[in-house]
């Protein structure tokens, strides 16, 4: 893909996984954070006590949409989750998870709870 096509289905895609999570009771916090000191968050979102940091990913299948995420942009969600916690003093006492959300061709989205570890 194109860098603006690719761009924009990425965005589409962060829209359909931000959407799947609000209709299971999630608030979307924040959407393509990026902290000062690093780091970049697709998704922030919270239910009650949790809140969840998301990287997602597109591509024609949810295998090929795996296969690119990198170490790098690991490192890069979790750096930003630390530094995300530290700017928002009102999460402090809150669980924290890492999940990522991948999204094929047709639109179908797979989540992966718990899918990175701190």
Request: charged share 25%; aromatic share 6%.
């Amino acid at each position: 893909m194109s860098g603006a096509l690719s761009y924009h289905a990425g965005a589409a895609a962060e829209e359909q996984v931000a959407a799947s999570y609000r209709a299971d009771g999630f608030d979307l916090l924040e959407h393509r954070w990026r902290g000062k000191a690093g780091g970049e968050i697709d998704l922030i979102l919270r239910k009650g006590d949790l809140v969840v940091f998301v990287e997602v990913k597109k591509s024609a299948s949810h295998l090929r949409a795996a296969e690119h995420l990198q170490p790098r942009q690991i490192a890069r969600l979790l750096a930003g989750a630390e530094g995300y916690a530290r700017a928002m003093p009102d999460i402090a006492t809150c669980a924290f998870r890492f999940d990522v959300a991948l999204v094929d061709s047709a639109g179908r989205i797979e989540r992966l709870e718990n899918a990175l570890s701190a």
